[in-house]
């Protein structure tokens, strides 16, 4: 075998640059399949992570507006979303594993010892802060403590705190919004999030919910002290996954489509607030479950297509081995017919030939796989936009590469080298160029 890899060897180097021009189809390919995998694979990991970081597997509820009558009301009706909501939601339903409000305000006078500012604030429960992945890098998060005695406490976002506090821990500290004294407990870790219903987190500062329906319930004529923002759900983990196989399989997969969760949503609510259950409109939805599912699909046909052209390139390669194998087929018929002459069976051409185109594909593929891991780390030096989170190469990348690489060099080196080996003594003996 040693001999024979030497062999193989030395002709290849005897004809360098065609040997370089066939291996450049093959080193193409290779690149190819790397690097719009890794591409692919960056993208879809990067909307994972903007998806998960708003919150994964949610039910966003704002509110909306009828489109259709309903107990003797005409269309166009406003329906306003209150704590009752999220009582019987809680009570009713089979699929929502949590269902927490929100209560949100915006242009409050934020003042620390420091700086001001005019802020957005939530009030929210705690279970809220783990559904929606809010996690602190200094300080604690909103307990159940702080929400029955409705504390004064204050959870601050990771930039709206550079700008009350700058570099200062504000853990302890004091501030005053709208003129009422708060105590800082916590600073939101910093968030890369690109995907928001109404701010990012980072620009916002958190209450316990009881102490902002107390101290900053939501104005206005159509609003009560018990009227909310939004309403947060999250479903059972089985459902959502479920839900997710049902719209895709009835090509459904969409943010407007109604899937079991929406609909017994609709069906709680629309039962409490005289609205139809298949009025979509009636209520504000968005599912971040559907929502990652959506582009999940649709980076896996961008991603079949980019295979599928890696593919046809690296089969281009592959042709350009066999034509070049013949080639050297021909040029080498004497050799092959003193050699056959001299004792050599069949079989030791054929293995001769085959090693050969072989070694040639294997050789294209190792300089493809080295160049397009190496453009992948270079790439991932430099920044990168939201929803992408660089050049990641998998090792079903790596071992698709290879697999269809072998598939390719045994199909361009086998009919080259059963021609070869095929060959009878003396009319390879008689041949001429």
């Known amino acids: 075998m040693k001999e024979l890899l030497k062999q193989t060897w030395l002709n290849l180097t005897a004809h360098k640059l065609r040997s370089f021009l066939t291996m450049f189809g093959i080193i193409w390919g290779v690149i190819s399949i790397v690097l719009l995998s890794a591409v692919s694979e960056g993208f879809q990991r990067g909307n994972q992570y903007v998806i998960e970081e708003l919150g994964k597997n949610i039910v966003i509820i704002r509110n909306g507006r009828t489109t259709m009558q309903a107990g003797g009301e005409r269309a ?23 269902v927490t409000p929100e209560l949100m305000r915006n242009g409050i006078s934020a003042k620390s010892p420091f700086n001001a500012a005019s802020v957005q604030m939530s009030g929210v429960w705690p279970i809220y802060q783990m559904i929606r992945t809010i996690e602190v890098d200094r300080g604690r998060l909103i307990n159940d403590q702080d929400c029955l005695d409705a504390r004064r406490v204050v959870v601050v976002g990771f930039e709206m705190c550079k700008q009350l506090f700058a570099e200062r821990d504000p853990v302890g500290g004091q501030m005053m919004l ?23 987190d980072n620009q916002r500062l958190f209450l316990p919910y009881e ?3 107390r101290d900053f319930p939501l104005t206005g004529r159509n609003n009560t002290s018990d009227s909310l923002s939004t309403i947060i759900a999250a479903p059972f983990e089985h459902v959502a996954k479920e839900q997710e196989k049902t719209l895709e ?40 479950a559907v929502e990652a599912a959506f582009f999940t699909k649709m980076i896996d046909s961008m991603r079949e297509f980019f295979i599928i052209v890696s593919i046809i390139t690296l089969a281009l390669g592959g042709i350009g081995v066999m034509n070049i194998m013949l080639i050297s087929v021909k040029e080498r018929t004497r050799e092959i017919g003193l050699r056959k002459a001299l004792g050599a069976t069949s079989g030791n051409i054929l293995q001769q030939f085959f090693s050969e185109g072989m070694l040639l594909t294997i050789i294209s593929g190792t300089i493809g796989l080295g160049i397009g891991i190496s453009i992948c780390r270079l790439v991932n030096l430099l920044p990168m936009p939201a929803r992408f989170s660089g050049m990641i190469i998998t090792w079903q990348t790596a071992a698709f590469s290879i697999g269809v690489l072998t598939l390719i060099g045994m199909v361009a080196a086998t009919y080259p080298a059963r021609r070869a080996a095929e060959m009878q003594p003396i ?5 001429e160029m």
């Not at 709208?178 to 990012?200: A, F, L, M």
């Open 76 to 98: 166009g009706r406003l329906i306003r979303l209150g704590i009752d909501d999220v009582n019987e939601l809680k009570r009713q339903s089979r699929l929502l594993e949590h």
């Open 178 to 200: 709208n003129g009422i004294p708060y105590t800082v407990i916590g600073r939101i870790r910093n968030k890369e999030q690109d995907s928001n219903y109404t701010g990012e």
């Open 211 to 213: 102490t902002m329906r």
């Open 249 to 288: 399989r009835e090509g459904k997969l969409n943010d407007q489509a109604i899937g079991p969760v929406e609909a017994e949503i609709l069906s709680i609510l629309g039962a409490r607030h005289d609205f139809d259950p298949k009025d979509r409109e009636a209520l504000s939805m968005w599912n971040t």
């Open 427 to 431: 009319e390879a003996l008689r041949f």
